[in-house]
């Protein structure tokens, strides 16, 4: 069961919760493509201008997969929440992009 998401945070401690084992950095890696039907329907959609939604709501995805990834991989090492939760991306090759989410993998209690 992956960490709670109320339990990730990008701040370095969680209100109302004390550290009390750190466990290291975990991460979450997702590399997508876009589909050529993606591309075309993006294309039209800059014709008009505005929010390309095609694009919105496969970056919406790809960051949730990241994410839900790097939650899982903090459970399995025994973490119960995530500090310094961050996003990265880079594009590796034209029209294929990594999404990488990461944070340190800490072990809470309340106070």
């Known amino acids: 069961m992956p960490v709670n998401p109320a339990?990730?945070?990008t701040?370095?401690?969680l209100?109302?919760?004390r550290i009390v084992r750190?466990?290291?950095v975990v991460r979450g890696i997702v590399?997508?493509?876009r589909s050529v039907f993606g591309s075309i329907g993006a294309s039209f959609q800059t014709l008009v201008g505005g929010d390309?939604?095609?694009y919105t709501e496969l970056c919406e995805k790809t960051r949730a997969d990241a994410f839900a990834r790097m939650?899982?991989?903090a459970a399995q090492i025994g973490a119960n929440a995530v500090?310094?939760?961050r996003y990265d991306a880079n594009e590796i090759m034209q029209g294929v992009t990594e999404v990488l989410a990461y944070g340190t993998a800490v072990v809470v209690e309340s106070l």
């Open 22 to 24: 750190s466990l290291g």
């Open 15 to 17: 209100p109302g919760f």
């Open 31 to 33: 590399v997508r493509s």
């Open 7 to 9: 339990l990730v945070t």
């Open 71 to 73: 939650s899982e991989h």
């Open 83 to 85: 500090i310094s939760f």
């Open 52 to 54: 390309i939604t095609i």
């Open 11 to 13: 701040a370095l401690e």
